[in-house]
């Protein structure tokens, strides 16, 4: 794992303390060798050759797998260095420099003339930015633990970051669970001025569905990017693939065979629970590309073993229980002596594969009924009748469903909105928050792209939420912990641009999701492939935490030490495990499982 971390405009002492930068340093939680600087206004710390001094005073310091549109920059980069590459580029275009730059990164270009500092992350957020103004200066890092041990640093616990983690199972940008620090959302820059910040974006998808290109042309064009993004990421690297048997993951374990000649090695794991296991569909893909693979069974144990060292691993409470799969899978590549792994994530969101996609669907056929007919007719017969009647049940369902607008429908199963937060936080806690902020950001969000479909809006929410602060922290911080890099072929600059041209007519056809992607890979993917339905890492916590005593054992206590803090209603806490034990087994794991995680995150960090 890669990172950085600064400040600029501190005392003099604080910028020459190279304990304070070693401290900051620490929270990174890197094992390769960092270069550090300290300068008269700045001082910055990043790997070797990603960290660049201008003999002007410019400090530019990037991490990721960057690369330049320009040539003349990127042959820099390749000669002499990533960070002189990000100096020069500021140099010659200023903030602008972000036009030319792609691919997964994380930047800061620091002014020790006038202590000003900008930095910025990619377009969909692969790599991070922490920040805070903080005793007259600018701190700053590619993990909260690294900002937040600066002594001048406000380290308090946000309530509104705890309730946000509890609705989304993370903290979605631009908040943290920190009071004071901020994080960039994908496509966005911070500069500072010496005495404030501005945040802005540099980049919006611009989604224009007038392409007339043919389905064959254009599964042509995807097919020949996704290669072209493969070879670039897998060159000189021992490099292997993450399996799951999915459309994404076997679309890279093929290119990546393709590239390595019958060599390529893949990584699977799976779970012995009954609809869980999916590694027939890792087995069938592999044997149909030829590659060497490689297999693990989570067990309950290796749960038990893991989930209080993810919860120190993560700088905020992080609620995804597929991480642990994702830990093992990319542990097991590890251990195989893999240096970098390919993971299919973004596919979904690029090329409509998410269920909610085609239900939201059905949801929007209502509106085209028209609104002097479902105001006058259909709505007051409906609301007039019985509800005990189960097909009456069903269709006031679908249309207090359809009633709520976009995005609001998408959180009409979330757990909070269901109970009421009333119910799950103590009133004294609840009286500090705003309840309404994550439905707030998720409106903002779904309404940013211009002359975009419903469903193009929908992906690009996904694209600032489930893949930025959930499912790329998810794989990106576990394969760090398992001592492997991860790179993302689907998210490359020049894919996601093409994405956006695709008709979203072609990308969700009626009911069928990824049918544009199905059939420009149909040649390509084994049949059970492309008629396989999604899944993925999904974690049988729920059922295990039933016949596994000290997986219980760790729930259960997790959460009567939750209980002594100020946040939840004790009798919730205790609803939980009650509702686990005599209801849904594997919803209610998953509850216990956030709450869990939360308690385990708490403890690990000092709380």
């Known amino acids: 794992m890669m990172g950085l971390c600064g400040l600029t405009n501190f005392s003099a002492r604080e910028l020459r303390d190279e304990k304070l930068l070693h401290e900051m340093s620490k929270g990174l939680q890197l094992s390769g060798k960092l270069d550090r600087v300290l300068m008269e206004r ?47 580029a500021y140099r010659h275009y200023g903030t602008g420099l972000l036009q030319y730059l792609h691919g997964a990164f994380t930047i800061a270009v620091l002014d020790d003339r006038s202590g000003r500092a ?32 600066h002594p001048s640093a406000d380290s308090s616990l946000s309530p509104q970051g705890i309730y946000n983690y509890v609705h989304s199972h993370m903290v979605p940008s631009p908040g943290t669970i920190y009071s004071a620090l901020c994080k960039l959302p994908g496509g966005h820059y911070v500069e500072y001025d010496g005495n404030q ?42 490099i292997g693939a993450f399996l799951s048997g999915g459309l994404d993951s076997s679309t890279l374990a093929g290119m990546l065979a393709k590239l390595q000649s019958g060599n390529a090695n893949t990584y699977s794991i799976g779970f012995s629970a009954s609809g ?16 060497k693979q490689h297999e693990y069974y989570v067990t309950p144990k290796d749960v038990c073993a893991i989930v209080p060292e993810i919860a120190r691993v993560y700088d905020e409470p992080f609620g995804n229980s597929s991480a642990v799969g994702a830990y093992y899978c990319a542990k097991l590549a590890a251990n195989d002596g893999m240096e970098y792994l390919l993971a299919g994530d973004g596919g979904d969101e690029l090329f409509a594969g998410n269920v909610r996609y ?3 669907q059905i949801f929007e056929y209502y509106g085209m009924i028209p609104l002097i007919l479902r105001k006058r007719v259909l709505e007051p017969l409906l609301f007039r009748l019985p509800e005990s009647m189960g097909v009456v049940r069903k ?65 690009y929410l996904d694209w600032q939420q489930t893949l930025a602060d959930n499912d790329l922290r998810k794989v990106g911080r576990m394969c760090a912990l398992a001592g492997v890099e991860v790179v993302y072929p689907l998210l ?10 695709v008709p979203s007519a072609l990308k969700l056809k009626g009911q069928r999701l990824r ?93």
């Open 42 to 88: 700045v001082a910055c710390a990043a790997p070797e050759r990603k960290l660049g001094i201008l003999p002007d005073g410019l400090v530019a310091a990037v991490i990721g797998q960057p690369w330049w549109s320009d040539p003349k920059l990127e042959r820099i980069a390749r000669e002499r260095g990533e960070g002189d590459a990000l100096g020069e």
């Open 118 to 149: 900008f930095a910025a992350v990619d377009r969909i957020g692969q790599e991070s930015l922490y920040y805070t103004v903080a005793g007259g200066g600018f701190v700053f890092g590619s993990s909260a633990d690294s900002v937040r041990v």
């Open 197 to 238: 910040t501005y945040v802005g974006s540099y980049w919006e998808p611009l989604f224009d569905e007038t392409n007339s290109a043919s389905l064959e042309v254009l599964g042509e064009q995807m097919h020949a990017l996704i290669f072209e993004s493969v070879e670039r990421l897998s060159k000189g690297r021992r």
């Open 276 to 291: 869980y296991d999916e590694m027939g569909y890792a087995r069938t893909a592999a044997q149909h590309f030829g590659t």
């Open 358 to 360: 085609a239900k939201q």
């Open 395 to 459: 269709a006031l369902s679908y249309v207090r469903q359809a009633m709520t607008p976009l995005p609001d429908r998408l959180e009409a199963y979330n757990f909070l909105q269901r109970e009421g937060a009333e119910e799950v936080f103590q009133a004294d806690f609840l009286a500090t928050l705003a309840p309404e902020e994550p439905l707030f950001l998720q409106r903002k969000r779904y309404s940013t792209p211009q002359n975009a479909s419903t469903l193009n809006r929908m992906m």
């Open 492 to 501: 490359d600059d020049p894919l996601i641009e093409f994405s956006c041209q």
């Open 515 to 607: 049918y544009f992607y199905k059939e420009a890979m149909r040649d390509f993917l084994p049949l059970e492939t492309i008629r396989k339905e999604k899944h993925g890492f999904g974690l049988p916590f729920g059922l295990w935490m039933v016949e596994h005593v000290p997986l219980q054992e760790l729930a259960y206590e997790s959460l009567l030490s939750l209980k002594k803090r100020p946040y939840f209603r004790p009798e919730f806490l205790d609803r939980a495990i009650r509702l686990h034990r005599t209801g849904h087994t594997a919803y209610y794991g998953e509850l216990v499982w956030i709450l869990m995680m939360l308690e385990l995150w708490l403890q690990a960090h000092g709380h």
